[in-house]
Structures are given as C-alpha cells and as structure tokens.
C-alpha cells in the first residue's frame, strides 16, 4: 500500500503560478512512477504529467507543456507539479496517483487538491 498526501492548492488569478506537492508514505517511492491528473466539474478525469521512477523521463498532456513541471525528490518521497501561466480552464481537482513499476495501472490515488483560476 502507498498513501498519498496531496497539497499546494488554492486559488489564484490567471497568469500566476502554484506548486503542488505529493507525499507518499508506505513502500519504497522509488519502485513507483508517478502521475498527475486532474477532473474538472462535470469533466472526466484527465492525465497531466508522469515521471519516472528515477525522474528522468517525463510526460506532459498537450494542454499544460511548456507551462508545467513535474518532478520528484525519491529522497523526501514527494513528487511536485510545478504550475505556471495558469488559465481558468486548469481549475479542477488535482490528484496524484503512483504506478508500481512493471505495471500499466496507476493503483493508488490521493484525495486530491483543489486549484482554481479566476480570470
């Protein structure tokens, strides 16, 4: 089992930026690749960003590169979404989840956190 601690949210104006952090706790977070995802009211549930266990390969959606990092510190077993140029269409809740390696299937999930971006 990992249990994930999402946290960062809030609201903002269009154009800032916000950091999101998830902690992970339980089993050993190198042995997971992570992900961000995020639903929007009335939206399904929708990828964000991945990273690799070790941190050295990334993965973006379309709508948020250039303009979101993620990244991982497997010493402090957190993983960041760094949140830049935001637009009202990035509000939504923000979950991280983590993919046990070997696996196609992200099994565990946090609680998530909101973001809102007022225009």
């Known amino acids: 089992q990992v249990q994930l601690v999402e946290s960062g949210g809030g609201l903002v104006q269009a154009g800032d930026s916000l950091r999101l952090s998830c902690s992970a706790s339980?089993?050993?977070?190198?042995?997971?690749?992570m992900g961000w995802f995020r639903q929007a009211p009335g939206k399904e549930r929708e990828f964000v960003a991945s990273?690799?266990?070790?941190?050295?390969?990334?993965r973006y959606a379309d709508s948020v590169k250039d303009r979101f990092t993620i990244s991982r510190d497997n010493a402090k077993n957190t993983v960041y979404l760094q949140m830049k140029s935001l637009k009202p269409e990035d509000t939504a809740v923000y979950y991280c989840?983590?993919?046990?390696?070997?696996?196609?299937?992200?099994?565990?999930w946090g609680q998530g956190t909101q973001v809102t971006v007022s225009s």
């Open positions: 989840a983590a993919r046990p390696l070997g696996t196609v299937n992200y099994n565990y």
């Open positions: 339980g089993r050993t977070f190198s042995n997971y690749c």
């Open positions: 990273i690799s266990s070790s941190g050295g390969i990334t």
